[in-house]
C-alpha cells in the first residue's frame, strides 16, 4: 500500500514517501527510503515493484551524474524529467518498468518544479502529485488546503495532515513517512514521520 507525494511552494519543492517494503502479505521492513537524491537540487520519489523501482531509480541517478561528468553541467529539472520519460517510452515496448515517479527540483533561472512520471511515460509538470492507494486522501487534502505561495512550514502542515488522513483512513496504511526538501539551498531529508521502532 505504497503512497508518494509531493508539492511545490514558495521557493522549494517537497516530496514525501511512505517508508514500508511491502510483498502480498508480508511487510519486510519500514524504514525504506524511497526518495532517491539525484543530484545537489533534484529529488525523485518512486513507487512501483521493489525491483523496478531499484533498478530505474539507481539507473537514473547513474545516467544523470555522468550527463554532469562527461558535459561538465547538471540536467535541468525539467530534461531530467523528460529523460526519464524517454527510457520509460522504451522500455514501454520491450519489458516495461513498473514505477511512478515524483520528481522535484530546484533551477537557478526557474526555481522550483514538479514532475508526474507514471509507468507508461505520462509527463506533467505539477504543483502537487500523488502516487499510491494514499493517493486518494493525500490529493483530497491538497485539493482542500493547497496553493502555490506555501511557507515550509505550511507545506509540512499539509504534508503531516495527508500522513495522518492515510493513517487513520487506509485499510493497510503504512505507518513510516519520509519527508525531503529541494530549494536553493539543496536537496535534503527534512524528517521522519514514525510510529513504528524499525
Not at 516530496?15 to 510483498?23: H, R, T
Not at 530546484?106 to 494514499?134: C, M, N, Q, R, W
Request: hydrophobic share 40%; charged share 25%.
Amino acid at each position: 500500500m505504497e503512497c508518494v507525494f509531493g508539492m511545490v511552494g514558495k521557493g522549494f519543492a517537497l516530496v514525501v514517501a511512505d517508508s514500508s517494503a511491502v510483498n502480498s502479505i508480508l511487510v519486510h521492513k519500514s524504514n525504506e527510503d524511497k526518495i532517491m537524491v539525484l543530484d545537489s537540487h533534484k529529488l525523485m520519489g518512486a513507487s512501483g515493484e521493489a525491483g523496478d523501482r531499484a533498478q530505474f531509480t539507481e539507473y537514473v541517478q547513474k545516467n544523470v551524474s555522468l550527463y554532469h561528468y562527461r558535459n561538465g553541467i547538471p540536467l535541468t529539472t525539467k530534461a531530467a524529467a523528460n529523460f526519464m520519460r524517454g527510457e520509460l517510452a522504451t522500455a514501454l515496448r520491450k519489458n516495461p518498468y513498473m514505477v511512478n515517479i515524483v520528481l522535484a527540483g530546484y533551477d537557478k533561472e526557474t526555481g522550483p518544479s514538479l514532475y508526474f512520471i507514471d509507468y507508461i511515460a505520462t509527463l506533467h509538470k505539477v504543483d502537487k502529485a500523488a502516487f499510491g492507494y494514499g493517493s486518494y486522501f493525500a490529493l483530497s487534502m491538497m485539493d482542500r488546503h493547497y496553493h502555490p505561495d506555501m511557507t515550509v512550514d505550511e507545506a509540512i502542515k499539509l504534508a503531516d495532515q495527508c500522513i495522518e488522513e492515510i493513517r487513520s483512513r487506509l485499510v493497510v496504511a503504512p505507518q513510516n513517512f519520509i519527508i525531503k526538501i529541494v530549494d536553493q539551498d539543496g536537496a535534503r531529508e527534512h524528517s521522519w514521520r514514525r510510529t513504528t521502532k524499525d
